[in-house]
């Protein structure tokens, strides 16, 4: 059984910054694609950030490029999303999700991403 469990969530200030972490289990650590997305109330669920634990290439959202850094503990088999200079348009739930590694191509798409973690909040104040 695929389980992601994801903390790190919280209630911040404009500027803060925030590290989310999502522990995959049931999948080959160092063989998979983990990404972020997130999804704002009344709004489609987007893509952060992903990364292929395999080679450790990354791709970033354009609305984070500069702020949030996607990264992994190949000991910890845990990858992390550090979030930078947040903002309120940032306030959303972060999920995290699991996918092979041809996901890469269209990461950015949810459908594409087979197993999802539960969420964690982040509220962004100014």
């Known amino acids: 059984e695929v389980q992601l469990v994801e903390s790190g969530g919280g209630l911040v200030q404009a500027g803060e910054s925030l590290r989310l972490s999502c522990t995959p289990s049931?999948?080959?650590?160092?063989?998979?694609?983990i990404g972020w997305f997130r999804q704002a109330p009344g709004k489609e669920r987007e893509g952060v950030a992903c990364l292929s634990t395999a080679s450790g290439s990354t791709r970033e959202a354009d609305s984070v490029k500069g702020r949030f850094t996607i990264s992994t503990d190949h000991a910890q088999k845990t990858v992390y999303l550090q979030m930078n200079s947040l903002t309120p348009e940032d306030t959303a739930v972060y999920y995290c999700a699991a996918a092979q590694l041809s996901v890469i191509m269209i990461w950015d798409v949810p459908g594409a991403w087979p197993y999802w973690g539960q969420g964690t909040q982040v509220t962004v104040f100014s």
């Open positions: 049931g999948v080959p650590f160092d063989a998979y694609a």
